[in-house]
């Protein structure tokens, strides 16, 4: 892929790179790995002074590791980092560069005043107090009021905001964001963007990561798109809009080894299988249908088509009759080898419980004592895991599930279910109502799910999803289904969505299937 932003960018140069003026941050093949998990693969970026360099990539993608190098928080395996065309030392890092991390990264014990303060200035000593200018950055970001509380007796917002006052106060040259804004109000975040756009203007370097298309479009320069801990493309002028950022997100997260070839082309087995299948009052009926291991099928159709309720019946939560076979169990047991994400969040969450409890709500044996009691510690720790696995975004697993976005709130839905080890997911429109940032992510997560050997059968609404999350689709129409379309076939989502349309003007128009019971 050729970087779309930068015309000058010669073809021996990597993606990400800008020629070389030795001014700015210049990230040379950075690799990285954590055991056998390979975060950054050659990663290569630049940043000049003056711009706002966006960096966007699905959840595990690496960003939050390229922040951590350059701030000298982790080492990088191998690659360079050139700083004005020098070599990236400790010195360098002393003489500015800060970052503001997504979960803010300071000392609970300490007043928020102290925390703008501690280590940054040697020769103060704490009991001074911040001077005028401190002060004043405290007012500027409505934290003033809070300046004797104690940070961890404030809201996260606040936190997040004397993180970002920590950064800035040290007027440092290179400016990292990683999601800094994601506990503030819109309004706050406004505020903290006129601030970035004046760091740049000013010379600075400023590199900001985010998963909010909206705001890389509005308020950076460039956006480098980085996936599987590579730099893909680099987008700017008229090719940085949302739906080319997500189409890239996408693009990244379908995976380069699956290329149109549906697994259901390879020999991953058979984990469900539906045979004679047919609703118990008639909404469909002569199913026969098939997942493989590693493979997301999804089922369209209009309401009352029957492709809502074919779904649901998957799990066990629509009567129907025939053979489910689920990983090699039918019957009762080929239910239990499901877990099942209902469309209305409502109904999967609990919403009166933590993030955590929410997580490992279903996991009785594995947080329960032997006398039965919640072990509330393992609870948290079991939540923590499956946070940080995906992606999902809170400050602690121990806020209440409403505090989350709707986005993070089906990523917690469905990490639910996942954590439950089933064979196959069943879900029913698995983002309605979630942001396109954060619909890149669930399709990832669900690639991610899949590509462990597992299946996934959902119900969509849009072809957007079913182009960029599905192998295969079939389409059901009155009761009626049709054979899978392969996904990979179609160029684009125009092309799918003609094809579907087609199924389902032909689909009406066929006898309908030999039905159970009562006609639809
Ligand atoms: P992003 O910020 O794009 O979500 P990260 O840089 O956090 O991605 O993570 C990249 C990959 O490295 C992910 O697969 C993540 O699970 C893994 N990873 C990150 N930090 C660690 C760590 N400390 N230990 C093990 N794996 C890690």
Known sequence: MTAASDPATS??????????D????????????YGDTVALDRLSVSARPGEVLGVAGPN???KTTMIKILADEVAADSGEVLIDGEPWTPSIRARGIAVVHQEPQLFPNLTVAENLLVGRERRRVLIHGPNGDERALMEDLGIARFADHRLGSVPLAVQQRTEIARALADEPRILLFDEPNSALTEEESDDLFRRIHRLAESGHVVILVSHRLSELVAHTDRVAIVVDGRCTTVLDGAHLTEDRIARELVVGARGEGRSGAS?????????????????????FGGVELDVREREVVAVVGVEGS???ELVR????????????????????????RTAYVSADRQMSLFPNLTVAENIVARLDREIASRAGVLRRGRAVALGQDARDRFGIKTGTVTAPIGSLSGGN??????????????????????????????????YGLLRRYADDGNAVLMFCTEDAEVFE????????????????IRVGDHADVESLAGELARLEEHGARRPQPPIDGSAP
């Open 11 to 20: 073809a021996d140069q990597p993606v990400g790179l800008l020629p070389a």
């Open 22 to 33: 030795r001014c700015g941050v210049e990230v040379r093949d950075l690799s990285k790995r």
């Open 60 to 62: 595990g993608a690496g």
């Open 263 to 283: 697994p259901a082309e390879t020999d991953g087995g058979v984990l469900v299988a539906l045979e004679g299948w047919a609703h118990g009052r008639g909404r």
């Open 306 to 308: 029957g492709a809502r």
């Open 313 to 336: 019946s998957v799990a066990g939560f629509e009567g129907a009759t025939g053979r489910l076979t689920v990983a090699g169990e039918t019957g009762r047991a080929a239910a239990r």
């Open 409 to 442: 709130q089906q990523k917690v839905a469905i990490a639910a279910a996942i954590v439950q080890r089933p064979a196959a997911l069943v879900l029913e429109e698995p983002t309605r109502g979630v942001d396109v940032g954060s619909k890149a992510e669930i």
């Open 469 to 484: 999350a599905a192998d295969r689709v079939h389409v059901v129409s009155r009761g009626s289904v049709s054979p899978a």
